[in-house]
């Protein structure tokens, strides 16, 4: 899963977190160096909360991704149909 976190991650600086659901498996990553982010756990529930999220369905989960509150999340939607489908 890592080389799709990169290839969202590439999508630009407005990309925060990625999860990626697969099965019972969920692996999530931040950014490195987000700005504002929550110190250690905290980051993974707090941050759905205050950015917006894309979600879309993967064929044996799901794939979340969290952006800057100033993003284009519909754009960022759209951006991520190449990384998914691979």
Do not use: K, N
């Not at 080389?3 to 630009?12: A, K, N, Q, R």
């Not at 659901?21 to 110190?39: E, I, K, M, N």
């Not at 759905?48 to 999220?53: A, D, E, G, Y």
């Not at 369905?57 to 999340?73: E, I, K």
């Amino acid at each position: 899963m890592t080389e799709l976190h990169d290839s969202i991650f590439e999508l630009g600086p407005h990309i925060r977190y990625v999860v990626v659901g697969s099965g019972q498996r969920v692996d999530a990553r931040q950014r490195d160096g987000v700005a504002d982010a929550s110190a250690g756990e905290s980051h993974f529930y707090e941050e759905p909360l205050v950015s917006s999220q894309v979600v879309l369905d993967l064929p044996d989960g799901h794939l979340s991704v969290c952006v800057a509150r100033d993003a284009d999340a519909l754009a960022v939607a759209d951006a991520l149909v190449g990384p998914v489908r691979g």
